[in-house]
């Protein structure tokens, strides 16, 4: 059984200072079990990941705290140790690191300074690693767009405006450099499209 | 003069002598008794390691018990070993 008054304690220590930590945790879709639970993470300050907002889902087994909480990105990244195809995350401590002193707050910290710090060593998605290894320039605009596209609220609609403007004759490269230069406005978008 | 004492009433308060205030396993008060007890103190006693980490005895019974590898402190990852 999951110990429900130490996740409860979580959850009201870790809303407390969420403006400040940049983490916070909620019940799963609003619903009622203590179990499935969705967290978010602030994309750190100076990294491809600023200014996105990313969801966790986690899972909590039932020999929870004394088995690691299961997490995964709900919200696509492209991160070397986090899977671009499910979200799946490499981390030691969700894995045979982890200790009952650990917290959902304190995993989710370390999730923050995972996106902070790839370990493209050590990898999750294989391509992704190769890409940091390789061609450090091209991972960081991927990485960009993929904050820009799928983890800023107001990115809704992205892929529409990409393919409305692919459908007035730009190449979808250009178009979409151009959206992420203007930060998605897509009359700005086709100005720079336009005169360039 | 003299005084005869007819009745006594002795109250006396306790507490674990720990550096912390709370379980890092369960997060409940020293003071208070782990998720499975009802009753603190001698029900639901304290355990230090040889690291000088306390925790609940319940708690960290649980959590060297459901380690299948040399269970380690919680706390600082030290081999976790009941202090003699």
Not at chain 2, 15 to 44: H, L, N, S, V, Y
Request: aromatic share 8%; proline share 6%; glycine share 6%.
């Amino acid at each position: 059984m999951v110990d429900v008054s130490r996740v409860q304690k979580e959850l009201t220590e870790c809303n407390r200072d969420s403006a400040i930590s940049g983490v916070s945790i909620a019940l799963h879709d609003g619903g009622s079990s203590i179990s499935h639970l969705t967290g978010t993470i602030a994309g750190p300050q100076d990294t491809p990941y600023e200014g996105g907002t990313f969801r966790i889902d986690i899972r909590l087994p039932g020999g929870y705290p004394f088995e690691p909480p299961k997490m995964q990105f709900i919200t696509k990244v492209w991160h070397p140790n986090i899977s671009s195809q499910n979200g799946a995350i490499c981390l030691d401590i969700l894995k045979d690191q982890w200790s009952p002193a650990l917290t959902l707050k304190t995993a989710l910290l370390s999730l923050q300074a995972l996106l902070s710090t790839p370990a493209p060593d050590d990898p999750q998605d294989a391509v992704v690693a190769q890409q940091y290894l390789r061609d450090k320039s091209t991972f960081l605009n991927t990485a960009r767009y993929w904050t820009e596209a799928f983890a800023k609220s107001d990115s809704t609609g992205m892929e529409e405006k990409v393919q409305k403007l692919v459908e007035m004759g730009f190449p979808e490269d250009m178009v979409r450099s151009a959206l992420l230069s203007v930060n998605g406005d897509e009359n700005m978008a086709l100005e720079k499209l336009c005169s360039s | 003069m003299k005084v005869k004492v007819l009745q006594w009433h002795a109250v006396a308060s306790w507490t674990w002598d720990a550096q912390d205030e709370t379980c890092g396993i369960c997060r409940m008060a020293f003071d208070g008794c782990c998720p499975d007890c009802k009753f603190p103190g001698d029900d639901c006693t304290l355990i230090w390691g040889a690291c000088n980490h306390a925790f609940h005895l319940h708690c960290i019974l649980k959590w060297v018990n459901s380690q299948t590898s040399i269970p380690l402190c919680p706390m600082c990852r030290r081999e976790w070993q009941f202090k003699g």
